[in-house]
């Protein structure tokens, strides 16, 4: 079959993707066909992006390629089978040897003729991350294919260096996405899935940025989307660099270690330990003003429709309600099909017995939220979402839950939402310490004690930070009964989706989100 070549000599099967001589990868019939067939199940199966490793139920078909740079550099949009849509920014390189040590942006090895070369993913090589800020700098716009290519620069860009890049480095924990970090100046991110529609990302960073001028996000210097038709695909986003000591779960846990272990070293780390639990609560009540501040900021523009702060209705509620009880029955299914680890089934068990009375007790958390105010929010506020920089936090990553469609994550909601998000992820930090020292045997009554003590001062002084920002508002609920029943609604919503996310892919931690749901039960005497 034209398009796929074997090569090598014994004990070698080196398959290679055949380009006919005076033709090009990109618009060749039987090399796309080979591409579909072969080489992009093999290559998305490895990529840490893609949600799905089974080479062979991968069917991929690519249905655009548009053209970026005149060294063949050219944006490939393939569809999966389960209608998914992903980008790739593939270039083909000619002046390399084809069997270099593996790498993971490879794609597949070409031969054509007498030349051997690479088809290689280039989503963090550093001449396509300057060439696209080149692009966003003169706000360039390439058609081709029926598609087209637009740089849409912010009023900030202007502020940033204009110097050609010198140190260009991938992000190797990105899941989801593929991000470089441009010296000391640039955040690009590649999105790898795309949806036709708002970008909830771009969107809340042209706003942020532009229309509330909110300063402790990084600043959105502009972003890459694609048209065709009559839809638009954001394929990209650039923000100006924060410098930073890394996300707020990481320094948490790192911090929670210092102070545990100074703990059990007694009187003589006694200091240590107390300067690490007040540096610590310190930076807690900094990042609960700091996301009252980005609250207010998202309810400042009453003229601006998609941030406008509006009443919730009942069609809010039904949806609310819905979405937790749709979660709990994919959770109960799985684990009555695939039943936990024994030290966590009374856990499970515990959670079934509660089963018929969940959907009542969600309803009557929320129902009291009729009327009140819901605005744009965060979606997916977690530790990992902030930076700790210069002693304060810096709130990124406005995407949303992946998971969701574009118009979910888009959806108005209670600031409550984005606030027990955090109060979950301070939750997790310290329960995720407490997995990791019983298996190291360092786990005794004395550190029990610190850490329970650890969460607690933790959730009280981020909740009492952001309510004293946040003030008489609309925002917030100015009884404490209905602040404890929003709270509590939207923790056991985060609870749950971890419960989901665990189940997933780290089964051995499911006992933290099923500890974290039971506590909002058997506050209402419901578990």
């Known amino acids: 079959m034209l398009g796929l070549t074997n090569m090598g000599t014994a004990g070698e099967n080196l398959a290679f993707l055949d380009i006919p001589e005076g033709s090009s990868w990109v618009a060749n019939r039987e090399v796309t066909a080979a591409l579909e067939r072969h080489f992009l199940p093999s290559y998305l199966a490895k990529a840490r992006w893609f949600p799905g490793n089974s080479e062979t139920r991968i069917k991929p078909k690519i249905i655009a390629r548009l053209p970026f740079t005149a060294d063949s550099t050219t944006f490939v949009i393939i569809e999966t089978n389960h209608h998914a849509r992903y980008l790739l920014p593939l270039r083909v390189d000619w002046s390399v040897d084809a069997a270099p040590e593996p790498d993971k942006s490879i794609v597949a090895r070409l031969h054509q003729g007498e030349r051997e070369g690479l088809l290689c993913d280039v989503a963090a090589d550093p001449a396509f991350i300057r060439r696209i800020l080149e692009h966003l700098r003169r706000e360039a716009s390439i058609a081709g294919s029926g598609w ?21 480095r991938a992000i190797q924990g990105e899941q ?5 970090l441009v010296d000391q100046d640039y955040v690009v991110k590649l999105y790898r899935q795309i949806e036709p529609g708002q970008n909830p990302e771009v969107e809340m960073g042209h706003f942020l940025t532009e229309a509330a001028n909110f300063t402790h996000t990084p600043a959105l210097l502009g972003h890459l989307e694609a048209a065709h038709a009559s839809a638009s695909y954001a394929l990209g986003i650039v923000h100006a660099f924060v410098p930073n000591r890394g996300d707020a779960w990481t320094w948490s846990a790192d911090r929670l270690s210092i102070y545990l272990d100074s703990i059990a070293k007694g009187s003589e780390e006694r200091d240590k330990a107390i300067t690490a639990r007040r540096d610590y609560l310190q930076w807690v009540r900094r ?6 501040e980005m609250h207010r900021s998202l309810a400042s523009r009453d003229d601006i429709g998609a941030f406008k702060p509006e009443a919730i209705d009942e069609g809010d509620l039904d949806f609310w309600i819905g979405d937790v009880m749709e979660r709990a029955a994919r959770i109960f299914k799985r684990l009555e099909e695939s039943p936990l680890d024994v030290n966590d089934r009374p856990l499970m068990e515990r959670l079934f017995r509660v089963k018929p009375r969940l959907y009542d007790y969600a309803a009557n958390l929320i129902r ?16 990992g979402q902030v930076l700790v920089a210069n002693e304060d936090a810096v ?14 994550r888009r959806r108005k909601a209670p600031a409550a939402r984005d606030v027990a998000g955090v109060l979950r992820s301070l939750d997790y930090a310290a329960m995720a310490s407490r997995q990791q020292r019983q298996k190291l045997e360092k786990f005794n009554t004395p550190t029990s004690r610190a850490l329970f003590a650890w969460r607690q001062q933790s959730t009280d002084g981020f909740l009492s930070a952001y309510q004293d920002v946040i003030g008489a508002s609309v925002l917030w609920p100015d009884r ?14 985060k609870a749950l989706y971890e419960v989901e996310y665990e189940l997933s892919y780290r089964p051995a931690w499911i006992s933290v989100p ?14």
Not at 158 to 165: E, R
Not at 176 to 180: F, K, V
Not at 514 to 527: H, I, M, N, S, W
């Open 148 to 168: 087209r290519l637009d740089f849409k620069p912010t009023s900030k860009l202007g502020s940033q260096p204009p110097n050609t890049p010198s140190r260009i």
């Open 176 to 180: 989801s996405n593929s991000t470089a």
């Open 287 to 292: 990042l609960g003003c700091r996301v009252a």
């Open 368 to 383: 009291p939220s009729l009327g009140r105010c819901k605005i744009r929010h965060h979606g997916d506020l977690h530790l």
């Open 395 to 408: 709130i990124i990553d406005f995407e949303g839950e992946p998971s969701r469609p574009l118009a979910d």
């Open 480 to 493: 404490a009964d209905d602040t404890k029943a929003m709270l509590n609604f939207f923790l056991l919503e």
């Open 514 to 527: 099923l500890q974290g749901v039971l506590r909002v039960l058997e506050e209402g005497g419901v578990a």
